[in-house]
């Protein structure tokens, strides 16, 4: 059974940062991609960030230079470093398991001004 735990979330001023952890319990986990999405209030959920298994990374426009995608095989972690965070940044953040239906149940980010 695949199971997606993300944490770190909280309450940050602008400009700060945070770092949002995903655990994964899955024995393929050095060899799937790993996703971190958003969804903010009225919004459609938004890739953030994904990293392969050649440690590949992609980000959303949004984001690139900002935040930054990581990986530990070992431990099964995936990590999202968010620096200089801006309100527009306020939104659930989820990881996601490659392509598939398997998500996090999401951490609270919120960007205060």
């Known amino acids: 059974q695949v199971q997606l735990v993300e944490s770190g979330g909280g309450l940050v001023q602008a400009g700060g940062s945070l770092r949002l952890s995903c655990a994964a319990s899955?024995?393929?986990?050095?060899?799937?991609?790993i996703g971190w999405y958003r969804q903010a209030p009225g919004n459609q959920r938004e890739l953030v960030a994904s990293i392969d298994r050649y440690y590949r990374t992609t980000y959303g426009d949004s984001v690139k230079g900002r935040f930054t995608i990581s990986r530990d095989n070992a431990k099964k972690m995936v990590y999202l470093q968010m620096n200089s965070l801006k309100p527009e940044d306020t939104a659930v953040y989820y990881c996601?398991?490659?392509?598939?239906?398997?998500w996090g149940q999401g951490t609270q980010v919120t960007v205060s001004s």
């Open positions: 996601r398991l490659g392509q598939s239906d398997f």
């Open positions: 899955i024995s393929t986990f050095s060899i799937n991609v």
